[in-house]
């Protein structure tokens, strides 16, 4: 098995190229908070272990069997978040952090039992796709809730983990996986949104917060937009 730093950097380069074209040494570094030299370092290691393809100005991508065991790493940590949430009430805000000390340690007969256990789920509390056994993974084309306009309704499908904070805020808002958000009214120049959560009551979300919301838009919206077309 990989070590736990090497499985850290694994995992971060694949988060970046699912929203980066060039992952970049700078990027990677910010993203794991440590010096560049590091990440150079590391990647370098990686490299020479076929991990990782990597040229300089030309960013780092994963080689084959580096995606493979970023999505494993993957596949632990979102499992063991939606356990610890399901089955010992740890609220959703915490479970990321915990995960992160967890998931290098865990057997694969563990990771199986509790994926049985759980009924192999698709989604962790977050609404972030869980990695199968065989290393597939969903990728729903979702879109920023700060991308929407006035008037236009959707179901959230997924909420950053990064922030425990935000995430505190979203579920006492109830800004969470499968509610329904209307947005009543967006300020111009990039302003914040006013969205109402289900029938529920209307709270206003700055830029940072409603970007760390993906969504789908409701089937009436999408019929709308057809009908547009």
Not at 8 to 23: F, G, H, P, S
Request: glycine share 6%; proline share 5%.
């Amino acid at each position: 098995m990989p070590s736990a730093s090497v499985q850290n950097y694994l995992k971060a380069i694949y988060q970046l190229q699912e929203t980066c074209e060039t992952v970049t040494t700078t990027a990677l570094a910010q993203h794991l908070d440590i010096s560049a030299a590091s990440a150079t370092n590391m990647i370098k290691k990686l490299a020479r272990l076929k991990l990782v393809r990597h040229s300089p100005y030309h960013g780092v991508e994963l080689s084959t069997a580096g995606e493979k065991m970023a999505l494993e790493v993957i596949r632990h940590h979102r499992l063991i978040e939606l356990f610890l949430a399901e089955a010992l009430g740890v609220p959703w805000e915490a479970v990321h952090a915990e995960a992160e000390k967890i998931e290098h340690v865990i057997s694969e007969d563990l990771e199986d039992r509790i994926a049985d256990f759980l009924g192999d789920p698709g989604r962790d509390p977050h609404g972030d796709p869980i990695p199968t056994k065989t290393g597939f993974v969903e990728r729903p084309a979702y879109q920023s809730l700060f991308d929407l306009n006035a008037g236009q309704s959707a179901v959230i499908r997924r909420v950053s983990d990064q922030n425990p904070d935000h995430l505190k805020h979203f579920f006492k808002l109830g800004l969470i996986p499968d509610a329904t958000v209307d947005v009543v009214q967006r300020e111009p120049f990039q302003g914040p949104l006013r969205v109402r959560v289900g029938s529920g009551s209307e709270h206003t979300l700055d830029e940072t917060l409603a970007r760390s919301i993906w969504v789908t838009l409701s089937a009436t919206q999408k019929k709308l937009f057809k009908a547009k077309k």
